[in-house]
């Protein structure tokens, strides 16, 4: 038997595609992003401006909007702002706050991290970023800015995490009966934590209700994302998700020998307790979930993270100047094989990263990729580390549709977030093939 | 080695009997009959005052050939040992296997102790989620290496094996045929994609292979065990409505309700080994108060043992004669034990112990022993082996996943 499947494994490995099956999310390729240092330093200070609503105010997109609170029945809002220690481990949790694909060094550029149903980045942004939501079947200006750029990457996670805060109690149970549901008490955030993976329980692909049996051993101890020897868990197929991020919450990662915040003691939910067993009964998981509330669980906490420095977000942001090395470029097609290609180079003559978005005025024009970053100099890379920060593009023409004859044509280059563009002219032009290798005329 | 007093025998804790039409998530339904409540009671506080007059030590032996195979979980890869029961210092490292970071695997021994199953998350993959697409490989125990099996299994559904040990059960879920020629040795649906769809547990032919589908449902499914011929197989579906036991007729197909098992969750489904009964776990409310709970189903009667103390209870399993252990809380450690057929074993010396398995000899068993005093927190889990007398030894702590007993 052993020996059958040995030989089995042989004919699998030889029909395995490389890595892990995706499936083709908005881009064909991932575009580049940049990635920080190893103390993720840059990305921690981004959520916590994130957190706070100071990165993007009253962007629909990426701005955090006004949190609900109270009881059913008398809610009221308040300004939106999420608490940055479960921002931060969720971030862990999603990404380990990395906004690069894995293979993709600590303090270098390379394309971004996605994942198998289609996690973007840090915040590992799925909802909206499955389908492109651009002109020709692209991905918009926001998909790509999730994709491409850390700082809105995180803005966009805590704007999801405060519309799962939101969804209660309309379409998700209360937390904090007894504490008036006050977005303060981290514990509040249970069923939006929860939330933000997928409000799932048994029945669902991707269950997370803590008695689901799928979760393989019970009692379980707290997770940790702390180091190994803490006596805590951290095989992360054993618990649910909002477990996860309350128990990273209170166990943070350890980077080098520092922790990356300071680690909050969160409560979950006693299922000891009627008051926390009951509301989670497999009956009650009927939307809109009526019968799910809960009190805070015991003892509550608050987050103890600092109030950001303002001054941050300039640093965060930064201001990306954008330089494209053509003007115009000329483009021969030859319609039985093809066409040249061009490539253009954008970079960055500021600081921050520049999330470039490359838009063609004619259908048949080939712009590959049509989203990346430049990288402002003043960003870290690390030694020993390929770091390119220059952007490039390429530029050719689709012959099976292009038209016939010379043709003008225009790609606009747009500095995402900004008022920035670029517009570099395309002029086209017949090749005819004369019978020897290697020689065309224009 | 640490050893414990050899309890005196007492009286396994019979509970009430469930009528086949009442669901055992109502257990209290049935606490009018006060007679046999209090005859419980009394039962279990003669066993826990048994518990705590501790003195001496125990008796009974470890078997020498009977060896824990465990596997000590890592960031990006577990290594497997296998330990001796009766010399824990006889520790012998069989193999490392790679896996998705912070993601371990979900093994499942054979019935003959020769080989185990897994499922992995491949390190390759990106952003590794519970829900990631996981492979099953079949790892020997005899020195060969580890071989892929099938792939765009469910990680953290541990396969069960037939009785022969030539197939397992396994679970898929989110699985769709993709387009094209799937590889011919995955069988059908072998290529999957991210797409929801229905669970589906499936079986899956060792020496080739070969992937059978045997049932598939939008409730979630959970493979139990097979009836000692191989013929039937058993496994549970969770809705809305609650848990259902589920007969499969692997001749034929077809499947059938055997049981409401709850109208709530329920776990840790431990078929016994003449395949009449199932142990299983669910939440029960006593008062303000909630337990786990072990229940027995005599399937072919449709009654149902349920305990009525207010105590957590844990980890349901069967010696091979067919005896139930399982491991109880009460709040203080002198309230804890292994309960087994004619006693108990007691609890460590802080915590409690939540069975595994029992050895094939039915010498010892294998615990997770927890040094917190309650489900909430439970804190540090050791992986301890247990003999019937009262004999305690460690075999390894930290972050342990129980793979089952081998003998060598």
Known sequence: MVVSAVLLAVALAAARPAGTARAECLFPTAPTTYEDLKDRQLFLNTIDLAAANMLFPGDPYFGVPNLELGPRGSRQTQPGKVPPTLLKSIGWIESSITQAAAEIPFGSIGPALVSFDCGHGIAQVTTGMTVALGDGGRASPEQALVATHFAYNIARGAAILADKWNQAPELRPLAGTDTNGVPELLENWYYAVWSYNGFTGPGANRSNHPMDPVYGSWPRAQYSCGSGGDGKGHNRGNYPYQELVFGCAANPPVVDGKPLWQGVPLSLPDLNNKAWREPLKLANFVFPYLNMDIPTPQPFHLDPSPAPDPKLRDKVLGKPQLNVSRSEIKLGVSPGSGSTVETVNIDNAGTGVLAWYAVATEPWLIVKPYAGAAVGLELPCARDVSCDRTGKLEISVDATKAPPGRRTAAIRIQVLGTNQSYVISVEVSQVIRIGVPGITRH | ?408
Do not use: C
């Not at chain 2, 102790?113 to 491949?122: I, K």
């Not at chain 2, 559904?157 to 040795?185: C, F, I, K």
């Not at chain 2, 709530?264 to 709970?293: C, H, M, N």
């Not at chain 2, 034990?337 to 029992?358: E, K």
């Open chain 2, 1 to 408: 080695m640490a050893t414990r007093a050899r309890r005196p025998v007492l009286s396994y804790p019979r509970a009430v009997a469930v009528p086949r039409t009442q669901s055992v998530s109502r257990p209290f339904r049935f606490l009018g009959v006060t007679g046999v409540f209090f005859v419980l009671v009394g039962i279990s506080l003669f066993a826990y005052s048994a518990l705590d007059r501790n003195s001496g030590p125990g008796a009974a032996a470890f078997t020498a050939r009977e060896h824990v195979v465990y596997a000590q979980f890592g960031l990006a890869s577990d290594i497997i040992y296998a330990t001796a029961a009766a010399d824990s210092s006889d520790r012998q490292k069989l193999l490392e296997i790679p896996h998705a970071r912070e993601f371990g695997i979900v093994p499942s021994m054979s019935p003959d102790g020769r080989a185990f199953v897994y499922t992995v998350l491949p390190p390759e993959t990106v952003a590794p989620a519970p829900d990631s697409p996981a492979d099953l490989w079949l790892a020997s125990l005899d020195g060969a290496g580890p071989a892929l099996i099938g792939r765009g299994f469910d990680l953290r559904v541990r396969p069960v094996w037939a009785p022969d040990a030539t197939r397992v059960v396994a679970r898929r879920s989110g699985v769709v045929l993709a387009p094209g020629p799937a590889p011919a040795a995955l069988g059908p649906g072998s290529a999957f994609s991210t797409t929801d769809g229905p669970y589906e547990l499936v079986l899956v032919r060792l020496a080739t292979g070969a992937v059978s589908p045997l049932v598939s449902s939008e409730d979630a499914l959970f493979p139990v065990g097979f009836t000692p011929d191989g013929l039937a197989f058993y496994y549970t579906s969770i809705s809305l409505d609650g848990s259902d036991l589920n007969r499969l007729d692997l001749a034929s197909g077809a499947s059938v309700l055997a049981a409401h098992l709850s109208d709530d969750i329920s776990r840790d489904w431990a078929l016994s080994p003449d395949g009449g009964r199932l142990a299983f776990v669910t939440l029960a409310q006593y008062g303000a108060r909630t337990s786990s709970s072990v229940h027995v189903r005599d399937i072919a009667t449709g009654e149902t043992v349920t305990s009525v103390l207010p105590a957590d209870e844990f980890g349901p399993s069967w010696s091979p004669a067919g005896d139930l252990t399982y491991g109880r809380l009460t709040g203080s450690r002198s309230t804890t034990a292994v309960v087994v057929a004619g006693g108990a074993i007691a609890g460590p010396a802080r915590g409690f112990d939540v069975p595994l398995a029992w050895s094939g000899s039915g010498a010892s068993i294998a615990v997770r022993t927890f040094d917190g005093l309650s489900v909430s927190a439970p804190g540090r889990a050791t992986l301890s082996v247990l003999t019937p007398g009262g004999a305690r030894r460690a075999i390894a702590s930290g972050e342990v996943t129980f793979i089952g007993w081998t003998y060598r």
